[in-house]
């Protein structure tokens, strides 16, 4: 269980941390929102730790260490990694998924950038497909075909995040376009970086990525009937605030370069609303064929480690090995010390 302490920690992480996780999750049951409450505000920290930190190699490697220490029961003591180990063992929560989410905070710590759509869509099964995988497990749905959806909510919900971000993320010296999409539109990468504009390709290419996102917010919808009826409120909101935000981004031209595309709370609450009487529908309808459709390749890894025990591999990737091993290189190159558990 979460001692109570821990809790009202995580409400507050939550409550300073996303208005939009916030207000949809006030629609979701106590049995699930408390969990999803120590959840965010572990992935909060990890994500802060590594976004705003000066040294994003050291935080990356001392988030594996509290990882480790949370798997081993012995978690670190601050509230995040207390209630997330109280969630590791009621849940029995694949390690696969947080071991996916800090191999994506990796990536960014190295700057890694992305050349393809697929490749956007790997980092987002990391940052965000991982979450709702976890999610999913927090209500204890582990269906393949559910857990397929759950995770195409989470990369439509990143790709949005991606096109909203595009100017404050190349002031940030960061960039998540395709970078295919910018050979083609004749952008070079670190000019765009220099001074970023709202020109006619860039503007399309937001509207390739909110394209793709729409089709999966569509696709995610198929899933939300196999979640306990009492969370799918909470879970329709989700789908709908995040989608809003790409709505507003086609409102302005696209041009989310000197702009920010946000929702209104007027508008939050008119999507609650949408959100209940979807939810809230007593007509039994068959199920839409596209809750059957395979899972995108780039999160298949996440599906198979949490539907089906035989399937769930169980510790570190070689993949996030070697990534780890990359950022330990950089800090002894740097001359700075390994961080010592606590």
Known sequence: ?????????????????????????????????????????????????????????????????????????????????RAFTAIIEAFEMPRTLPEALLEGLAWDAVGRRYHTLSEVRDYSARVAAAVGAMMCVLMRVRDADALARACDLGVAMQLTNIARDVGEDAREGRIYLPLDWMAEAGLEPEAFMRAPAANAEVRRMVRRLLTEARRLYLRSEAGIACLPRRARTGIYAARYIYAAIGGAAARGGYDTVTQRARTSARQKVALIGTSALRAGGSMVLPRSPILFAPPLDEVRFLVDATADKALRPQGRTGALLSILAELKAREAASGTTGVAAE
């Open 1 to 81: 269980m979460i001692h109570p302490d821990d809790l009202d920690h995580c409400r507050a992480v939550i409550r300073t941390g996303s208005l939009s996780f916030h207000a949809a999750s006030k629609l979701l049951p106590a049995t699930i929102r408390d969990p999803a409450l120590a959840l965010y505000a572990f992935c909060r920290l990890a994500d802060d730790e590594v976004d705003e930190g000066a040294d994003k190699a050291r935080a990356v490697l001392r988030l594996q260490e509290r990882l480790e220490l949370a798997y081993a029961g012995r978690p670190m003591n601050a509230p995040e990694d």
